[in-house]
């Protein structure tokens, strides 16, 4: 009976021991090797925040081609930043950062009057490791260069050709009688042509306004 309760002193004794020594070892590996307190990351990153002022420009290109005949209202448009944006040697919103809006305008070129039109805002930055900001920007759009002379010319050349032909067939009085014919087939081909329609394509180069501060955390 005496060497029973020895024997059960002893393997409770070295139970203990074990439960110490682990206790002691888990201790030991929590503890960081820079000897920080456990929970503290060593090295971690710190971030300020640095404001682009109202009026900074933005350089883009365009990801989205947009076209008065084959845009509408609201269809989603895409960009990226050509090149860094700095401010006082720190670079704020790092070369492709990506831009997305909408397109504001698209109007198709009228028959008789209405030059085509496109146009396009952005509103939402992604810059840095996918951080998403709200900006405020100027809208880019593009006008169609006016047609007046080169409908001046068609309708011209159709008067002119009826003139021709008038005079061939009956004289003078014939003359006359072509010039207004001719006319009127010259107009009726500017009446019933559109105008030149007009598109931004995709790699389209161009600069956007902030019209807003734009606050921006930045790793140091």
């Keep these: ?4 309760l020895i ?20 201790s030991t590996s929590a503890a960081p090797a820079n000897g920080e307190p456990a929970g503290i990351t060593a090295g971690a990153e710190k971030t300020r925040e640095i404001t682009l002022p109202a009026g900074t420009h933005l350089p ?21 930043l050509s090149r860094a944006v700095i401010l006082q040697g720190t670079t704020v919103l790092p070369e492709g950062s990506r831009l997305t809006g909408v397109v504001t305008d698209a109007k198709q070129s009228g028959k008789v009057k209405g030059l085509a039109h496109v146009a396009v805002r952005f509103d939402t930055l992604v810059a840095g ?5 709200r900006v405020d920007t100027s809208a880019v759009g593009r006008t169609a260069p ?4 080169k409908d001046a010319l068609e309708i011209g050349g159709g008067a002119a050709g009826g003139a021709l032909i008038g005079g061939l067939i009956g004289g003078k009085k014939g ?12 107009t009726a081909v500017v009446l019933s042509t559109r105008g030149q329609e007009i598109h931004m394509a995709r ?6 306004r902030l019209v807003k501060p734009l606050t921006v955390r930045v790793r140091e």
């Excluded at 009976?1 to 029973?4: C, K």
């Excluded at 790699?203 to 956007?208: D, E, R, V």
């Design 7 to 26: 024997g059960l002193m002893f393997v409770s004794g070295a139970a203990v021991g074990c439960s110490r020594a682990s206790a002691t070892e888990s």
């Design 60 to 80: 883009i290109v365009l990801d989205t081609t947009v076209g008065s005949d084959i845009s509408r209202i609201e269809q989603p448009v895409q960009a990226h």
């Design 129 to 133: 490791h996918d951080e998403r900001y």
């Design 1 to 4: 009976m005496r060497r029973i």
């Design 203 to 208: 790699g389209s180069a161009m600069t956007l």
């Design 146 to 149: 006016a047609t007046k002379k």
């Design 175 to 186: 003359a006359l009688i072509g010039t207004a014919a001719g006319g009127g087939a010259g």
